[in-house]
């Protein structure tokens, strides 16, 4: 059976925060477009939900298309529905925002992309329709969330000292933390598990390697445990 209706529908896309730590900047992935409108401008990854597709599986095949990336931490943002945000019709957009480990992807720019490349957060171009603001509601997520989720392991690599663990947090948050608070909370939690790896060729003392025990996290998760930093 096909239905009419009376009334004009917007249409509807998904735009993606790609955040990546390289252990000294966040960083934000753009696209520079190859299409109109913006063409030439950096932009969020994103493009139009096909009708059979789930919001998510189009953020995830808007990535795949335009960057090449694959498998990664996505989790559902905001929607942005100003009626001129876009200059070709009435769009409503379903943000996105995701976490990478940069070592662990390689960037393709592909589909209606010209180039794709990583920006530090403190330093991006001028973007186009309204990514930036996009931009500054995934930062404001991030910032509140890797206080009380251990999102900010998705980051990192597999294994990292605690000096590294701190500089990420002080990295997203945008503060300094005192040495020895923090490792004491986060040791305390018994969520790290020490490995008998050590730093080398380091001019300093080597420091000794931790990894992030997800089992165990997701055991504690479901007994009512609360990661808090």
Not at 5 to 12: C, G, I, L, N, R
Request: charged letters at 30%.
């Amino acid at each position: 059976m096909s239905f009419t209706y009376e009334y004009a529908h917007p249409a509807v896309t998904v735009d993606c925060v790609v955040f990546g730590y390289d252990a000294t900047d966040l960083k934000v992935l753009l696209i520079q477009r190859k299409l109109e409108p913006f063409k030439g401008r950096w932009s969020l990854p994103g493009g139009f939900v096909q009708i059979n597709e789930s919001l998510e599986d189009a953020a995830r095949r808007e990535l795949s298309g335009e960057t090449g990336l694959g498998k990664l931490f996505l989790e559902q943002l905001y929607t942005f529905g100003e009626p001129k945000r876009d200059p070709r019709e009435r769009v409503i957009s379903v943000a996105y925002y995701a976490l990478v480990k940069l070592t662990d992807h390689a960037l393709q720019a592909a589909s209606d992309a010209e180039d794709a490349a990583w920006f530090p957060v403190a330093e991006l171009p001028k973007l186009g329709f309204d990514h930036e603001r996009i931009v500054e509601t995934a930062l404001r997520r991030l910032k509140a969330k890797v206080r009380y989720e251990p999102i900010g392991f998705e980051l990192l690599p597999e294994k990292f000292t605690l000096g590294e663990l701190q500089r990420l947090y002080e990295t997203v948050l945008e503060q300094s933390l005192d040495k020895r608070n923090f490792r004491k909370k986060l040791l305390g939690m018994e969520l790290l598990e020490a490995l008998d790896e050590y730093q080398r060729d380091v001019a300093h003392r080597a420091a000794q390697f931790y990894q992030f025990n997800r089992a165990r996290y997701e055991q504690l998760r479901k007994r009512g445990f609360n990661f808090e930093l």
